[in-house]
């Protein structure tokens, strides 16, 4: 997930299918450089789109490839 401003549609999208299947959401954002609105502006927008869904926000500072790889292992 990222700050563009598709995001709130690809949220919308996550949110959609998750009811759907009863499912979770996990928004992952890793932040390459200090954006500490964007990041808090992401916040706010999950906390909207995904309310009533369970669903987590983790964000981390780091390399985004390397950290997707990372995650996506775990």
């Not at 932040?31 to 926000?57: F, P």
């Amino acid at each position: 997930m990222d700050t563009y401003p598709f995001c709130t549609k690809v949220l919308f999208e996550a949110a959609s299918l998750a009811r759907r299947v009863d499912g979770e959401v996990i928004v992952f954002y890793v932040i390459n450089i200090v954006e500490k609105e964007a990041v808090e502006q992401l916040g706010d927008r999950t906390q909207k789109l995904l309310s009533d869904i369970r669903h987590q926000l983790i964000s981390i500072n780091a390399s985004v490839s390397k950290e997707i790889i990372r995650v996506a292992q775990d």
